[in-house]
């Protein structure tokens, strides 16, 4: 096996170290490892399963710091919410796209959906990056809002990871319960967008190549434990926010 057979696993652990602290990234990083090797909907699928199975290791080792009054606040809007993005969605896909141009990586095709949920990142991320963010906390109250927010877009592009961990950061939460509560949530909506999958007959993979990512993943989730008590939430907020801009701009630029 040549360097480049490899990359999904090598991606699934580094991606897995990375997003154990984040709360996002995982799937972002592994579509386009898998999209190498396999036809689209394949590597949707296999990304899909392995950030379930990742996300049910991550809740097996930071169950006991969930906050479960807080999923339940954030995660049932986030499922409904992201039904009705999946649906919008749909209604979308006849727009013309703004632009398209060739990145240095390939083919980039600019959209009015990647623009808007691009910019809205980098303005969270500025929000995150502003003196004394951290101190700003969110009522309780106000978490189905923003299980909403990040169900609906979600359901609309993939990337409800990145705003659920924004309003999770913010609640007061100290750094373990925000990665229990957060690895939780989406646990809940793994499982929906699964069944989803699994009910239009999208969900097909190739079992046998999962198996090294599927390992990676959990070995990424456990070397991310061991280095917890080395992390601050402060540190915590920063990578937030940097994978907030690099995602946001990713997105508005057409890149992915």
Not at 12 to 40: D, M, R, Y
Not at 120 to 142: D, H
Request: net charge positive; with cysteine.
């Amino acid at each position: 096996m040549t360097l480049v057979d490899w990359l999904p696993t090598l991606v699934a652990l580094a991606a897995s170290i990375l997003t154990f602290f984040s709360g996002f990234g995982l799937g972002t990083l592994l579509l386009p490892a898998f999209a190498v090797f396999f036809p689209i909907e394949m590597a949707v699928a296999m990304t899909a399963a392995v950030h379930f199975a990742n996300n049910l290791f991550k809740l097996g080792l930071m169950r006991q710091h969930a906050r479960w009054d807080l999923v339940l606040r954030f995660g049932i809007p986030a499922i409904v919410a992201a039904f009705v993005g999946a649906w919008v969605l749909t209604q979308l896909t006849g727009l013309e796209p703004l632009l398209q141009w060739d990145s240095p990586i390939g083919h980039a095709t600019v959209t009015w959906l990647g623009l808007s949920i691009g910019c809205l990142l980098i303005f969270f991320a500025w929000q995150e990056l502003k003196p004394g963010a951290l101190g700003k906390l969110i009522p309780v109250r106000t978490l189905p809002i923003g299980g909403a927010l990040s169900g609906f877009f979600g359901g609309l592009s993939g990337h409800q990871g990145a705003l659920r961990s924004v309003f999770l950061l913010h609640t007061g939460v100290d750094k373990a319960a925000f990665i229990g509560t957060g690895v939780a949530c989406a646990v809940l909506i793994d499982a929906a967008r699964i069944a989803t999958y699994s009910s239009q007959a999208v969900f097909s993979v190739d079992w046998q190549s999962l198996i090294g990512p599927l390992a990676a993943a959990m070995i990424g989730a456990l070397l991310g434990k061991q280095l917890l008590e080395k992390v601050t939430l402060q540190g915590i907020q920063r990578l937030v926010a940097v994978l907030l801009v690099v995602l946001g701009l990713a997105m508005a630029t057409g890149l992915l």
